[in-house]
């Protein structure tokens, strides 16, 4: 190969690159922003200081105190305080993912009855955010909630009954079932 050969390939790829460069290469096209979903709380999983949380029949009360959330009522309760964080954060953070109309189904065929769970946020300052978590939806992605001060339901992550249902179970581990002490085990 000649030299004049391999000039005219040289030139040949820097026409080609500066035809890419110029003409091919198009600026990317901004990243489409994505619909962000509406949060469902107007507080912050940071500025909560108490939550009250009741299912059943039973409440648990909790404070948060230098950083980490104390179990105050039932004040013998043995509840890991991550796992009050975890609940607070998951709510606090939840977003809606779908809104339904306020006379679009029947409050119990949502999970609004006895096994409903009734959850108090308060912050450092201004009104407690009250809401109602019922039932899951059909497919069992998400569970039904609704803020007391908003109108309608709206599904959030199912995370959110996930952590409700780890605290009253280790509410319930605190109590020893009543069982017949002479009896073998299994028997």
Do not use: H
């Amino acid at each position: 190969m000649r030299w004049r050969d391999v000039v005219i390939l040289w030139v040949v790829c820097l026409a080609l690159g500066a035809e890419y460069w110029l003409v091919e290469r198009r600026p990317e096209p901004p990243a489409e922003a994505a619909s962000a979903r509406p949060r469902f709380l107007p507080l912050r999983a940071a500025e909560a200081r108490e939550l009250r949380l009741s299912r059943g029949g039973r409440s648990i009360v909790s404070r948060r105190e230098a950083g980490t959330w104390r179990v105050v009522e039932p004040p013998d309760a043995s509840i890991p305080p991550d796992l009050i964080g975890a609940f607070t954060n998951a709510l606090a953070d939840a977003d809606e993912i779908a809104r339904l109309g306020t006379g679009e189904a029947d409050p119990a065929a949502l999970g609004f009855d006895a096994g409903a769970a009734r959850v108090e946020l308060r912050g450092e300052t201004g009104e407690p955010v009250v809401v109602t978590i019922g039932g899951a939806n059909p497919t069992g992605t998400a569970v039904y909630a609704r803020r007391q001060d908003a109108d309608g339901v709206v599904l959030i992550g199912r995370n959110v009954r996930y952590y409700e249902d780890l605290i009253f179970q280790a509410l319930s581990a605190e109590r020893e079932p009543a069982a017949d002490k002479s009896a073998p085990v299994g028997g």
